[in-house]
């Protein structure tokens, strides 16, 4: 075998991006990449749940506000129906969402991040180790 044939296998984090918005969606993807994540984009939670299912990201960036259920709907079923909870959910959402999501109890996502905040964002890619704190159990 010459020094050509060797191939390196990098290990990558697999990430899922769901939004409806094919803007946000492809931003937020290519942030991801550009940390050395192998990413999948959706933009139907169905689709999510079903790759989801198949390839178990370890994050997810997941719109709250999506077509039929919202962010925190498709992360109760992530939790709770597939047992998910090897990977780390954030929601990506709106300026006006913040009330509702600062409300919430953090039961079945990891944190939030609104869309636009790049720099917040970048913040949870850099600091993300894979590994999803739990603390408590879920019922």
């Given amino acids: 075998m010459s020094q050509n044939d060797v191939k ?15 803007v946000s969606r492809q931003l ?3 942030l991801l990449k550009k940390h050395g994540y192998t990413t999948l984009e959706t933009s139907r939670y169905e689709e999510a749940i079903r790759s ?22 498709v992360a109760f079923f992530i939790r709770r129906v597939t047992g998910g909870n090897h990977c780390s959910i ?8 913040t009330e509702l ?3 919430i109890n953090y039961k079945y ?3 939030y991040v609104q869309k636009g905040d790049i720099e917040k964002l970048c913040h949870i890619l850099k600091n993300y180790r894979g590994i999803r704190e739990v603390t408590t159990m879920r019922d």
């Avoid at 989801?52 to 709907?73: F, H, M, T, V, W």
């Avoid at 954030?90 to 969402?97: A, F, R, S």
């Fill in 8 to 22: 390196i296998y990098q290990f990558k984090q697999k990430a899922m991006v769901v939004d409806d918005d094919a």
């Fill in 28 to 30: 937020v993807s290519c």
């Fill in 52 to 73: 989801y299912i198949a390839l178990k990201p370890r994050l997810i960036i997941l719109d709250q506000n999506l077509e039929s259920l919202s962010g925190l709907e």
């Fill in 90 to 97: 954030y929601l990506h959402t709106t300026q006006n969402e």
């Fill in 101 to 103: 999501i600062d409300n």
């Fill in 109 to 111: 996502i990891d944190g």
